[in-house]
């Protein structure tokens, strides 16, 4: 089951793309996006970005408990998805391999890659509390709010 219904989610993709409809500045967007997803998802206690800087990914804005600042390509969820520059959609972190526990109580997550100029800009890291919290449709919506960020 998703975090949202398929509704919601088209509801949300809207309100994503009015948010950052004519502006440039990736911080202003950031900052809007998550705290737009932190509060429209269900069972979420994180929901933000990571840039890439000096081949390693550095917290962004985001909305939820302190997170870790710098995460190696690679390590964890957020650094297997930007290393393999795929959506990772953990269903239980615990079982995840060297997953980082910023959060004690985050128990699934999802990470999107967000790629600016055909490159990876960073990632768009989301952790529940609840196991099995993510699906198919978040990840197709997820992408595609992660795509507006900077083609709009």
């Known amino acids: 089951m998703p975090a949202i219904e398929k509704d ?19 911080i202003a967007n950031t900052a809007n996006l998550a705290a737009l997803l ?52 953990v269903p239980d972190v615990h079982q995840f391999a060297g997953h980082i526990a910023c959060d004690s109580r985050s128990n699934s997550e999802i990470v999107v890659p967000i790629f600016k100029n055909n490159s990876l800009w960073g990632v768009l890291d989301i952790d529940s509390v609840k196991l099995e919290n993510f699906d198919e449709i978040d990840q197709k919506y997820l992408e595609n709010i992660a795509k507006i960020i900077f083609n709009h």
């Open 8 to 26: 919601d989610y088209e509801l949300l993709v809207k309100q994503a793309q009015a948010l950052v409809e004519g502006e440039e500045d990736w």
């Open 38 to 89: 932190f509060n429209n998802l269900h069972n979420v206690n994180f929901a933000g970005f990571y840039r890439m800087k000096n081949c390693e990914l550095v917290l962004a804005p985001f909305q939820g408990q302190p997170a870790c600042v710098h995460i190696s390509l690679g390590s964890g969820v957020c650094g297997t998805a930007a290393q393999n520059e795929k959506t990772e959609i």
